[in-house]
């Protein structure tokens, strides 16, 4: 326990944790100050996040490779599944997608970007192991095409009915977890050589003893749950006093929230020049949202949610994604990123950040 | 002659020519049994394929190297022209359209995928020519994206009249054949030594005399003719029977009909760990059917149809099309192949056939 | 003076100057010859681009590398800005846009594709430097979505007003410019060895005093944006007795004359075994073009423009433009040439110029 409080006090970012009692405290007090509520549940929500990831790598250390490279894959993108699952029980099915597309299109773009700029003012041309590289480009292009496929056909087909993409969609959702199963035993088993290095490469502190690092993951989930909770119903009415879209909020702020701790490692990668760790957790986490997240958000809905989901993204979103990835795979192509590769990934994240801002409400 | 009935009892997949025959006499007897002959239809086709296939090699490896290659390539798609022919003559224009985009998707990502799956299931790690496979999937994006300009600007803007499409339709096919005739050209003469290698690895069997190679050629050909008359006129109600919709049988069992006999060449080379033959068949005809197929069929469309065919594919297609080219070139980039590569492909094939198999009908 | 003369005499394009003078007088004695105007001023823009282009180098030449390099890059497609700065003031939007988006498809295919094709029939294969070649294209592509992503979006949702596209173009100049201002860092100080060497490899003979050069460029300058003005006023009128859409101007009219320049040097580039050259000037033009021209034009439409431009594009033009991008990406890619690629890249080009030629006019 004393390692935890270690830890915390070693790490500014955790101080942030006085306000997971805060947001709580608060939505019993002061349940409609929604603009404050949701602000304080995202300084709450970044620092459950960096603990929940540090808490996950230490129980994969301990758990052995195999079920420990699984256990870090599946619960690596925890705070975002815990984040849409508050959502997908509120029935806000806008929002859940948003994020999804939001999540595959902040690891491509914008840590990707981050990573390239932030390692690029460092270094004048950084390398990285193209053959990985391009391997996990192609799984992830390959991941968001299978996620795309019934938007793009039911985009072009306007005639279709819901209940085709309802039957399609958990068809589809089956599949993706196959492929995600698959996807496993080929990155832990069968070419394990291939990812592993990026995996293990960052971890200079000792992991936390087994008993501690279990109870962590547990506490923390729950938390970040009831945080989550605060965060989704906060979130409609901050986003109109701030004048903000939902697409804006779903894409954008709860990509940046959901996704801090990662971004965190993947930055600190980049400036020791270790791009393969960096480009490794852009495009690790973008497949996994695509083939693990999304789907069991589908088969979810039909336990948890008011009403089935569906995997039908509105077009602009199904363009972004598809844009992200194409772009992630011709820039990750080269083996070679500069300051300005960096700049210009971060640039095209902007301009999607910009028009969401900008893109007025629904009727 | 005994080379051929030698040929037969060495290799089980041609005893099913007995169903050649059946076919043929069950069509005359019982007209009305679709399903019955449908089925007939497609276990006649395969050996037939395979068949069309050892004879047009025969009889491009006596006939020297460059008329040989001409003919090869020419004639390498042969089943599938003759089965669009017969949907040509009928009339059947979405059944033509879906069987050339099927065509394409499935070289792109069935036999691709399989065969990088099949290959990485014995080898870990697989590589091939990636300067000829980049020139190769330039080719085949190039000549899809040609094919496919006239669909995206029409969709694009839907207030076009039909003249204008069947105008540009003729235009297009004139100029895809005349690429087709330089990219002979390229291959075969200038630039030989980039294809010949992947062409010439099989052929281990001596080939046939070049008599009986030309006579089996002309009367298996006439016999793909009979059977795809069969084939056509059955599919239709057939696939009512079974629950499939026109665009699944175009797509999905046309494709994977006459495309079989080239499937067991790729699959064997993957098997045998010359990925570059199955990288160079599947891409090779992909690139054929765009370039010589289409166009053929359009400028054929105005002697042998009904009325004229335009190059117009709906939006769906379109996009499977696109996409399928972009992943081809994107996966051949590495010059690297494993297995889980191979099942990616495969996923979002069945991706794509799930779709098309629920996608409720026109009306 | 006399070395200008002396470029004249020696250089046989340049005798066309003399149509500078007769499409001036042209326009005054004889306002209503549109069609014989239009051509007179095709041939006057075309040497009038060459003097610009080698005014500019030798300014650049004169005033060290950075601000040369500047020059150079800024001032590269002046023509095509001066022309679309014509078209602007007239008020003429879909032109100046389908000017923008020629300029991106016939750098990235016509020149491009020529260059392949003149030095293929040259070199058996060429090479050219992978990275650096990459890192363009990269550039490239990311420029071009920056510049697409509100046409994108907005195809995507016609539900959205126009005031929101206006604010959305403007914002999206604003981070071009920027972003264009951080690609000059890039490519002049930080970076220019992956530049430079393209850049400077032609220039064999001596460049002009400065004098001379400054006074060359101010007076070309003024003279393109003279004859410009008589070529978009009569260029509408021309396109109907030509039986042009305005679509096929603008994007490949207006794009052929105003790149001449550029293609001259690309191609002699080609010719010479130096594709690096080609490929820097294919794409680093329609760089320019997409990140510094195309915002330019839409702040100074507030300016001069009788309404302000917005950055939303036909689809059918989004459509091309990210064809070309992608397919430029592809191409690259591999650093090897052939002519058959080139071939490939020109009849892509050559499709999109049938299909703008045929298309019907919009009502």
Known sequence: MTKVFKEILHNPLLWLLAFVPVVLVGQKLKPEAHTLLFLLSILALVPLAALLSHATESVAAKTGDVVGGLLNATLGNLTEMVIALAALQAGQYVLVKASIAGAIVTNSLFVLGASFLLGGLKYHLQEFNRVSARLQA?????????????????????????????????????????????????????????????????????????????????????????????????VQKAAEAFGMTPAFVGFIVVALVGGSAEMGSAFSGARKNRLDLSVGIALGSSSQIALFVAPVLVLLSYVLGPAPMDLQFWPGAVGMMLIATITVSLVTNSGRSAWFVGVLLMMVYLIFAVTLYLLPPRV
């Not at 095409?145 to 085709?164: G, R």
């Not at 394990?192 to 490469?201: L, N, P, Q, V």
């Open 138 to 234: 192609s799984l992830l292009f390959l991941a968001t095409i299978a996620l795309l496929v019934p938007s793009v056909l039911v985009k072009a087909d306007s005639t279709l009915q819901a209940a085709f993409t309802g039957k399609l969609s958990v068809g589809l959702a089956v599949l993706l977890l196959l492929t995600y199963g698959l996807g496993m035993t080929f990155s832990l088993r069968t070419h394990r050589e291939m990812f592993s290095s990026a995996d293990h490469a960052e971890k200079a502190e000792p992991p936390w003893p087994i008993g501690l690092a279990v109870a962590t993951l547990a506490v923390v989930t729950v938390l970040v749950a009831l945080v989550s909770e605060v965060f989704i119903e906060s």
